[in-house]
């Protein structure tokens, strides 16, 4: 059954009215219109009958910025025969601007030359509108990335190091063009400094491998020679459905920070060493002032007695003459056991001493040395000592002792109780003096250890000449084993000294 014409046409113009856009028909050579639809009105607020009408119309409403292009684009299109496609604003009725798409096509006369063209206008606002704010989400962006004072780039995630974007800050930060970072092969492995390029090229693969956040610092040589520090963070972007595309970062320049951080250092450095220097200076002092007292006074006592024997106006006792020369051994004795530490302490500050190891009982070696010294001949003194087998050097471990006393007595009130301790630790031996005194602050328990330091003045107000606390520790590290001071279980000082059974290999 075929329809009649009159409803063809009255269901083409149903179509036509239906249509969210405005179909047009006019004049080639003079562009009126001689036919446009009810979508002008629903679309562009004006009624059909002023389009045909008026052959002005339709330029004087197209936005002043686009009228020439339009124009010229609808009168050559139709004056060469050929279809238009084109985008123009259009003024609404209610005032505001329409974007339109305009697509028409040119109909020939008979003798094929153009009369008429035929077309559809669509609005495309929303669309120009988004593309616009795209295009200037694009500009904001792009004046971000080119602006900031930092280079941002875009890098490959498949572990080439291919970069496939990078700002022009690089210029300016290494001397490179652009183009030579996006170059086939990748050109910023090759800038880092030969002291960072490993480190920084294991730390680029685990970031390939694990996808995590990139943050290295680095040195990068510029194509002058420059070395700039740089800061290289990065993060991975993913598409949609989670799969790596790129990642995107940035080089900070922290040049002058380094810089800052080591003239920070330098001067730290500086700082320090002056006040080492400067405590250098003040052991130097109180070196002098301790050895021109210790040495003075044994010297004092040696000339004096000397002097008395020489006389010849005093006829002495030969009992008095005797004791006379023994309290001039016994004070050269002391400025021997002086000069020996001082020498001591310098042979071991250059290495020059080697142990002398023997298996000894440390114990029975102790037992005998504090039976016949009489450093502590007026003090009460407990022995609490164990067997202990060790090699050590026995005159060394002597001198350890011998200090500690001497330490002890010269530190404590007459009378104070002291105790001497031997026993096994930790495959060692353990050597303790201890004593019921003062005892030494925690604040000194660090450095007394240190030549040239000294606790508080004894009772006599001899402070001597502070080495040697210095040489127990030196002579225990000689042997593979350290000193130390703690509080005693009920107060007063203990001090300590650990030597292993065997010294370790040097």
């Given amino acids: 059954m075929t329809s009649s014409p009159g409803s063809e046409l009255r269901r083409l113009r149903a179509l036509i009215a239906d249509l969210d856009a405005v179909v047009w028909e006019a004049e080639a050579a003079s562009g009126r219109f001689t036919f446009v639809s009810q979508g002008a009105l629903d679309l562009l607020g004006y009624p059909p009958k002023l389009w045909t009408a008026d052959p002005s119309f339709w330029p004087d409403h197209i936005h002043p910025d686009d009228r020439e292009t339009a124009l010229k684009e609808f009168l050559t299109s139709a004056t060469e025969g050929r279809a238009h496609d084109f985008e123009y604003r259009f003024r609404h009725r209610d005032g505001h601007y329409v974007w339109l798409r305009d697509i028409g096509h040119v109909v020939p006369d008979h003798r094929g030359q ?44 498949d572990g080439s190091n291919a970069t496939l974007y990078v700002s022009p800050q690089v210029e300016a930060m290494l001397g490179y063009e652009r183009e030579e970072f996006t170059a086939e092969r990748p050109l910023w492995p090759e800038l880092i400094h030969p002291d960072d390029r490993r480190r ?40 949609e459905e989670g799969r790596p595309r790129f990642w995107q970062g940035v080089w900070v320049d922290i040049t002058e920070r380094k810089r800052a951080a080591e003239l920070e250092h330098a001067l730290e450095a500086e700082r320090k060493e002056a006040a080492q220097l400067r405590a250098v200076d003040e052991m130097k002092n109180t070196f002098l002032q301790a050895v021109s007292h210790d040495l003075r006074t044994p010297l004092a006592a040696i000339l004096g007695f000397a002097v008395t024997l020489e006389r010849e106006d005093i006829q002495l006792h030969p009992d008095d003459a005797k004791d006379l020369a023994s309290r001039i051994a016994v004070n050269a004795r002391k400025l021997d056991r002086m000069v020996g530490d001082l020498l001591d302490l310098d042979r071991l500050g250059r290495g020059i001493i080697e142990p002398n190891l023997i298996e000894t009982d440390i114990g029975a070696l102790v037992l005998k040395l504090v039976a ?135």
């Fill in 114 to 157: 153009p009369h008429l063209v035929r077309g559809l206008m669509v609005d495309i606002t929303r669309q120009e509108l988004t593309d616009e704010r795209l295009r200037e989400a694009e500009a904001m962006y792009r004046t971000l990335v080119e602006q900031t004072p930092v280079v941002t780039y875009l890098e490959a995630a």
């Fill in 372 to 506: 016949e010294s009489d450093i502590v001949s007026a003090r009460e003194v407990s022995m609490e000592v164990e067997p202990v087998l060790a090699e050590v050097d026995p005159a060394k471990v002597e001198r350890i002792v011998e200090n500690l006393l001497s330490n002890t007595t010269r530190h404590t009130p007459p009378g104070t109780r002291v105790w001497v301790k031997v026993r096994p630790q930790d495959d060692g031996a353990l050597i303790a003096v201890e004593d019921e005194g003062s005892g030494v602050p925690a604040e000194l328990r660090s450095t007394i250890f240190e030549p040239f330091r000294q606790g508080p003045e004894g009772p006599d107000r001899s402070a001597g000449v502070g080495i040697g606390l210095a040489l127990v520790a030196r002579f225990a590290e000689l042997h593979g084993g350290r000193a130390w001071v703690e509080e005693r279980d009920g107060g007063g000082a203990s001090f300590r000294v650990w030597l292993p059974r065997r010294r370790p290999a040097p």
């Fill in 200 to 239: 920084v090229m294991e730390a680029s693969r685990h970031a390939d491998e694990t996808f995590e956040p990139y943050d290295v610092e680095c040195r990068m040589v510029a194509r002058d020679g420059r070395i700039v520090w740089v800061n290289d963070q990065a993060v991975l972007v993913r598409d």
